[in-house]
Protein backbone atom coordinates (compact mmCIF):
# COMPACT_ATOMS: atom_id res chain seq x y z
CA UNK A 1 0.00 0.00 0.00
CA UNK A 2 3.05 2.28 0.46
CA UNK A 3 5.99 2.32 -1.56
CA UNK A 4 9.04 3.79 -0.02
CA UNK A 5 12.44 4.87 -1.87
CA UNK A 6 15.48 5.63 0.65
CA UNK A 7 18.18 8.94 -0.48
CA UNK A 8 21.23 10.54 1.19
CA UNK A 9 23.55 7.94 1.47
CA UNK A 10 27.49 8.24 0.43
CA UNK A 11 30.94 8.10 1.68
CA UNK A 12 31.88 10.76 4.82
CA UNK A 13 34.63 10.71 6.98
CA UNK A 14 34.70 9.84 10.99
CA UNK A 15 32.82 12.99 12.46
CA UNK A 16 30.88 14.27 9.25
CA UNK A 17 27.20 14.30 8.62
CA UNK A 18 24.63 12.92 6.40
CA UNK A 19 21.02 13.58 6.18
CA UNK A 20 18.88 10.51 5.11
CA UNK A 21 15.71 10.92 2.72
CA UNK A 22 12.99 8.58 2.83
CA UNK A 23 10.00 9.32 0.21
CA UNK A 24 6.50 7.64 0.50
CA UNK A 25 4.03 6.92 -2.90
CA UNK A 26 1.05 4.98 -2.94
CA UNK A 27 -0.60 5.90 0.38
CA UNK A 28 0.28 9.02 2.66
CA UNK A 29 2.64 8.82 5.43
CA UNK A 30 0.07 10.18 7.84
CA UNK A 31 -1.06 6.51 8.13
CA UNK A 32 1.87 5.57 9.68
CA UNK A 33 4.25 5.38 12.31
CA UNK A 34 7.97 4.97 10.78
CA UNK A 35 11.30 4.11 11.04
CA UNK A 36 14.73 3.65 10.45
CA UNK A 37 17.00 0.32 10.75
CA UNK A 38 20.33 -0.40 9.19
CA UNK A 39 22.55 -3.52 8.56
CA UNK A 40 26.00 -4.15 7.96
CA UNK A 41 26.95 -7.05 5.79
CA UNK A 42 27.49 -10.30 8.03
CA UNK A 43 24.79 -8.57 10.87
CA UNK A 44 21.98 -8.76 11.94
CA UNK A 45 19.31 -5.92 10.88
CA UNK A 46 18.94 -3.16 13.89
CA UNK A 47 16.61 -0.86 14.76
CA UNK A 48 18.16 2.98 14.60
CA UNK A 49 15.02 5.07 15.57
CA UNK A 50 11.41 5.30 15.10
CA UNK A 51 8.83 8.19 15.07
CA UNK A 52 5.50 8.41 15.68
CA UNK A 53 2.61 9.57 13.04
CA UNK A 54 2.24 12.83 14.98
CA UNK A 55 6.38 13.25 15.37
CA UNK A 56 5.69 13.85 18.99
CA UNK A 57 6.88 10.39 20.02
CA UNK A 58 10.75 9.75 19.08
CA UNK A 59 12.65 6.79 20.01
CA UNK A 60 16.59 6.41 19.62
CA UNK A 61 18.71 2.86 19.54
CA UNK A 62 21.04 3.77 22.56
CA UNK A 63 24.09 3.64 20.00
CA UNK A 64 22.54 6.64 18.17
CA UNK A 65 21.09 9.03 21.02
CA UNK A 66 22.44 12.31 21.07
CA UNK A 67 23.55 12.13 17.30
CA UNK A 68 21.02 11.09 14.69
CA UNK A 69 17.74 12.94 14.82
CA UNK A 70 14.80 11.10 12.96
CA UNK A 71 11.98 13.77 11.79
CA UNK A 72 9.28 13.31 9.24
CA UNK A 73 7.05 15.94 6.96
CA UNK A 74 3.59 14.14 6.56
CA UNK A 75 2.62 16.79 4.02
CA UNK A 76 5.58 15.62 2.11
CA UNK A 77 5.34 12.31 2.51
CA UNK A 78 8.78 12.26 4.02
CA UNK A 79 10.83 11.21 6.70
CA UNK A 80 14.37 11.90 7.19
CA UNK A 81 17.14 10.68 9.34
CA UNK A 82 20.27 13.38 10.64
CA UNK A 83 22.98 11.80 11.21
CA UNK A 84 25.66 13.84 13.03
CA UNK A 85 29.37 12.73 14.39
CA UNK A 86 29.43 9.98 12.21
CA UNK A 87 31.73 7.02 13.29
CA UNK A 88 32.92 3.84 11.41
CA UNK A 89 30.66 1.77 13.50
CA UNK A 90 28.06 3.63 11.58
CA UNK A 91 28.83 2.12 8.36
CA UNK A 92 25.75 -0.08 7.07
CA UNK A 93 22.85 -0.03 4.38
CA UNK A 94 19.96 1.99 5.81
CA UNK A 95 16.32 1.64 5.47
CA UNK A 96 13.38 3.35 5.97
CA UNK A 97 10.20 1.46 6.82
CA UNK A 98 6.75 1.72 7.91
CA UNK A 99 4.25 0.11 10.65
CA UNK A 100 0.78 0.46 11.44
CA UNK A 101 1.42 -1.35 15.29
CA UNK A 102 3.45 -0.20 18.24
CA UNK A 103 6.66 -2.14 19.01
CA UNK A 104 8.53 0.31 16.84
CA UNK A 105 11.83 -0.92 17.63
CA UNK A 106 11.11 -4.60 16.35
CA UNK A 107 12.02 -5.22 12.47
CA UNK A 108 8.87 -7.77 12.34
CA UNK A 109 6.49 -4.81 13.32
CA UNK A 110 7.21 -3.21 9.62
CA UNK A 111 5.41 -3.86 6.86
CA UNK A 112 6.98 -1.75 4.27
CA UNK A 113 10.47 -1.22 3.39
CA UNK A 114 12.79 1.01 1.37
CA UNK A 115 15.46 -0.90 -0.83
CA UNK A 116 18.19 0.53 1.15
CA UNK A 117 20.96 3.76 0.86
CA UNK A 118 24.57 2.89 1.67
CA UNK A 119 26.40 5.08 4.70
CA UNK A 120 29.83 4.54 4.80
CA UNK A 121 31.98 6.21 7.37
CA UNK A 122 35.72 6.20 6.92
CA UNK A 123 39.03 7.32 8.39
Known amino acids: QVQLVESGGGLVQTGGSLRLSCAASGRTLTYYTMGWFRQDPGKEREFVASIRRSGSSLTYADSVKGRFTISRDNDKNMMYLQMNNLKPEDTAVYYC????????????????WGQGTQVTVSS
Open 97 to 112: AATYVNRVTDSNSYAY
